[in-house]
C-alpha cells in the first residue's frame, strides 16, 4: 500500500514537472520567435516606414526576395497591392485571416503583396507577414506608389 502511494506521487509530481517544462518551452519559444522577427523599411519617396515581420516560412521566404523595388496599386480603396517575382510558403498558414490597419500581408491564390490601410474583412487565402509599425498615411489614396522594400540594418531600429 505504501509502495502504492508512494507511485502515485512520483507519477504526480512528474506530471507537475512535465508540464512546467512544457509551459517554460513555450515561454521560450514565443520569446525566441519575437527576437528572430525581422524589421524591414518601406521607403515611399522621402517617407520612411518600418515593419516587423511574424516568424514564419511566409515571411522568411519574403524576405529572400529583398530588396524589392514595386508599384503598389490601390485595391478596393482598402490596400496597396503589387505581384511579387516569386511564390512564398503557405505551408502551415491558416486558410485566412481578417486584416487590420497596418498589416502586410500576401494573398497566396493571386501571390500578391498587400499592403493595409483600411481593416478588411475575413479572407481566404490571405497570410499574414507583419505589421508596419507606425503610422501608414503614406499609404492611403487611389494613386499608385512606387517603393523600396528592403531589411533594416541592425542601426536602423532598437530590440
Given amino acids: ?33 519575437k527576437k528572430s522577427a525581422v524589421k524591414i523599411r518601406i521607403i515611399i519617396a522621402d517617407t520612411t516606414l518600418t515593419a516587423t ?4 516560412q511566409a515571411a522568411r521566404d519574403f524576405v529572400t ?19 511579387l517575382p516569386a511564390k512564398l510558403s503557405h505551408k502551415d498558414a491558416p486558410e485566412g485571416y481578417t486584416p487590420k490597419v497596418g498589416d502586410i500581408a500576401y494573398f497566396a491564390p493571386w501571390g500578391n503583396l498587400a499592403f493595409f490601410y ?27 506608389i512606387t517603393v523600396r522594400i528592403e531589411q533594416a540594418q541592425n542601426g536602423d531600429y532598437s530590440e
Fill in 1 to 33: 500500500m505504501v509502495l502504492l502511494l508512494l507511485m502515485v506521487c512520483v507519477e504526480v509530481a512528474s506530471a507537475a514537472t512535465s508540464a512546467s517544462a512544457s509551459q517554460y518551452n513555450e515561454s521560450m519559444t514565443m520569446q525566441l520567435a
Fill in 53 to 56: 515581420l511574424e516568424n514564419t
Fill in 65 to 83: 526576395l529583398l530588396p524589392l523595388d514595386l508599384t503598389l496599386a490601390d485595391y478596393n480603396g482598402t490596400e496597396k497591392i503589387a505581384d
Fill in 118 to 144: 483600411h481593416d478588411f474583412g475575413y479572407s481566404r487565402g490571405l497570410i499574414r507577414l507583419g505589421q508596419i509599425d507606425g503610422s501608414v498615411d503614406a499609404l492611403m489614396g487611389d494613386r499608385d
